[in-house]
DNA sequence: CTGAAAGCGCTTACAG
DNA sequence: CTGAAAGCGCTTACAG
C-alpha cells in the first residue's frame, strides 16, 4: 500500500496529471467545477504532495535553512521566531540547526542545507573566516549574515548596533548623575565587548558635564557566574565604590546584583545597575532591570525577508533602545 | 551555469553514473582506483548530491522532525541538542520547528513534515487529542512523543516521572528536618502540576516521622513573577511561616527566593528552597539551587533512538534526579 | 565489479 | 482550458 500519488487523485477525479498539478498549484486557468473534483479526490485518496518530487522539479525547496550558535541562547531562539513569522506569509518555512560554533560543523551543515536545494540561509557565523559560506554562495545558494560584523559584498547582513546601545546605557547612568562607573565588559575577544566598550568609551568622551570615572572590568564570560565575581572584585577593590554598574548583558547583570544585594546594597538606591539584551528574565525580576533591548524578532524577521527578496545585497544594522526600569536612579 | 551532478562526475572520472552513485554511497564493490578516481572528480566539479534526488528515489529523506511548543524553552532546546547528538551518529539530521502550542500548527507541521518524507517525527503534543499525529502514523510515519502523558498503541512515548521527581524533592525536605512546608506548584490544569502534586501528596503520606505540615498554593504560571507573588502571598498569610518551599519549577523558586531575601530571609538559614527541572540557571545563582534535574538531553537522544530503532512501540519513562546544592538545610 | 536503463512523483512547456 | 509527454538527478535491480 503506496502512499498515493498525483495520478491516484486524477485518475479518481478523471482528469489529467497536469490539471491536478494545477490545482495544487493555484494555477488560475482551472475552471471550478474541476477544481472541486480534484480537491474532493484529494481528500478522499489522503493525498499528500511529494515534497521531494517537486523540489527535484522546481530545482529550488520551500525551506529556508538557519544555522546559530547555539540553540540554548534566547537571543538565537527570538530571532528564529521572527524568521518563522516572516516565512509563515510564504509557503517557505525554517530549518533550524546549531553549529555550536564549531567552524567545521557550519561548513558541515551549509553543505547538507545546499544539497537540499534551500532558498537561502540565514547565519550566524562562528568564526571570522566566511569562506564556507562564500562557497555555497558561489554556487548559487544566496547566505544571508546574522549578528555579525562582516560585510561581505557577496551576502546582505542584518545586525545591531551594540556600540550605540551600550552609548544609550552610559548615556543614561551619567544623565542620571552617575560619575563613578563601571563597565563589567564580556571577554576581550568576543566582537560585541568590542564594540560595546567603544560606544562606552564614545559616551564618555562626549560627556560634557563634569568629568566621569570609568572602571573597566572584562569578565570572562556573559554569565551570571562571572557576573557576581565581577562584582565581589569590583568591590573589594575599589573605594569608593561605583555608583552604577553597565553590564555587557543581563546574565552578568544578573550575577552583579545578587552579590550586590548580598553585601548589603540595595538596588537602585545604593547603586544602579543596567544591563544588555533584554531576555525575558529582565523585566521579571524582583527589581526590574533596566537595560538594552535588542530587537531579535525583528532581526530574524528582516533577515529572511533579505533572503526572500533576493537579488541586491544589503547590510542593515539595527539600533538597540533603551529599557528603562527600576533597577537605575540618581545617585543617593 | 547549473550546478554539477552526477553525470558530470561520471563523464569526468570516466566512469558510469551508477558507479559514482556506489561510491557516493560507499558501496563496497567499487575498485579502490575507481573510488579515487570519483572522488577527484567530485572534488574538481564540486558535486553536491541532491538530496531531493536522493529522497524521491529511496522514497524516505534522512531528516527527522521535532516538534516542540517553544523554542524558546530551555527544556527543548536541551532535548533538540540531545536528539541532535543521537541523529549525528547516522546520516539523518534535525528538522525543528516550534507549534506555539496550537493544535491547528501542529496539525500544519505534521503534515508539512510528512510531505517531507521525513524518518519519523518527535512530537511534544500541543492538545490532548492526538487525531493528527494518528493520521500520519496511519499512512507511515512515525511518531514518538516526547513529555507527554498519552501511551498510545501506535506512538511510541519518553516522558519523565514527574511524580517521583516531587517526590524526591520532599523526601529531602522532610529528611533534613523541616515540618512546615509550602508547596508552590504550577496551574492545576497543566498535567505536569498534577503529577507534581501527587508526588507531593505521596511523600508526606509515606512521611513515617512525625507528623509534617504542608501548604499547597497553585499559582497561574511557571515564571519568576508568580514565584515572586506567591512567596508574598505565603508570608502574608502563614504564621508561623514555613521552613521550606518546594517550588514546581525552578523559575518559581527564584522568583520566591528574590521575595524572601527582600524580607529579610536568609536561604537556606531561614529558609529551604528546592526547584524543579535543574535549568542552566539554577547552578549559577549566587546561592546554587537544590532541585530536581529533569535528564532532557537523554529525553531527546532517547526519543531520536527509538525513531530510528522503528518497528516496536514502547513507552520508557526516566526518572529524575534531585541534585542537591545550597539552598536547602535543616531548619533553625 | 561495472554499465545501461528504468523509474521515483512531480512540474512545465507544448500542442490542440 | 486541458492533456500527453519530457525530464529534474538520483538509486537500484538487472544483465554481462
Not at 478522499?44 to 522539479?57: E, F, H, I, P
Amino acid at each position: 500500500m503506496n502512499r498515493p500519488g498525483i495520478k491516484d487523485v486524477a485518475k479518481l477525479a478523471g482528469v489529467s496529471v497536469g490539471t491536478v498539478s494545477n490545482v495544487i498549484n493555484n494555477v488560475p486557468t482551472v475552471t471550478p467545477e474541476r477544481i472541486e473534483r480534484v480537491n474532493a479526490a484529494i481528500a478522499q485518496v489522503g493525498y499528500v504532495r511529494n515534497a521531494a518530487a517537486k523540489t527535484l522539479r522546481r530545482g529550488v525547496a520551500s525551506a529556508v535553512g538557519v544555522l546559530v550558535l547555539d540553540l540554548n541562547n534566547p537571543f538565537f531562539m527570538e530571532a528564529a521566531e521572527g524568521v518563522t513569522d516572516c516565512l509563515s506569509q510564504t509557503e517557505s518555512f525554517m530549518l533550524l540547526a546549531s553549529t555550536q560554533a564549531s567552524v567545521e560543523k557550519e561548513a558541515e551543515l551549509l553543505t547538507l542545507l545546499e544539497s537540499h536545494a534551500v532558498r537561502g540561509v540565514l547565519l550566524s557565523p562562528a568564526g571570522a573566516s566566511l569562506a564556507a559560506a562564500e562557497e555555497i554562495v558561489q554556487r548559487g545558494t544566496p547566505v544571508v549574515l546574522f549578528d555579525s560584523i562582516a560585510t561581505p559584498p557577496t551576502m546582505s547582513s542584518v545586525s545591531v548596533d551594540d556600540a550605540s546601545g551600550a552609548a544609550l546605557a552610559m548615556q543614561h547612568l551619567l544623565g542620571l548623575g552617575h560619575r563613578r562607573i563601571a563597565f563589567l565588559n564580556g571577554p576581550e575577544d568576543v566582537h560585541q565587548s568590542q564594540q560595546r566598550k567603544r560606544g562606552v568609551d564614545t559616551a564618555i568622551a562626549r560627556w560634557s558635564g563634569k568629568e566621569a570615572q570609568l572602571i573597566t572590568h572584562n569578565l570572562d564570560s556573559y554569565t551570571i557566574r562571572a557576573g557576581a565575581a565581577g562584582m565581589t572584585k569590583l568591590l573589594a577593590e575599589q573605594h569608593p565604590r561605583p555608583t552604577a554598574i553597565f553590564c555587557a548583558n543581563d546574565l552578568i547583570a544578573i550575577g552583579a546584583s545578587m552579590t550586590a544585594r548580598e553585601q548589603g546594597l540595595r538596588i537602585p538606591d545604593d547603586l544602579s545597575i543596567v544591563g544588555f539584551d533584554d531576555i525575558a528574565l529582565a523585566s521579571q525580576l524582583s527589581v526590574p532591570l533596566t537595560t538594552v533591548h535588542q530587537p531579535m524578532f525583528q532581526l530574524g524577521w528582516r533577515a529572511a525577508n533579505l533572503l526572500l527578496e533576493g537579488a541586491i545585497v544589503r547590510h542593515e544594522t539595527f539600533s538597540p533602545e533603551l529599557r528603562v526600569r527600576r533597577s537605575t536612579a540618581p545617585p543617593s
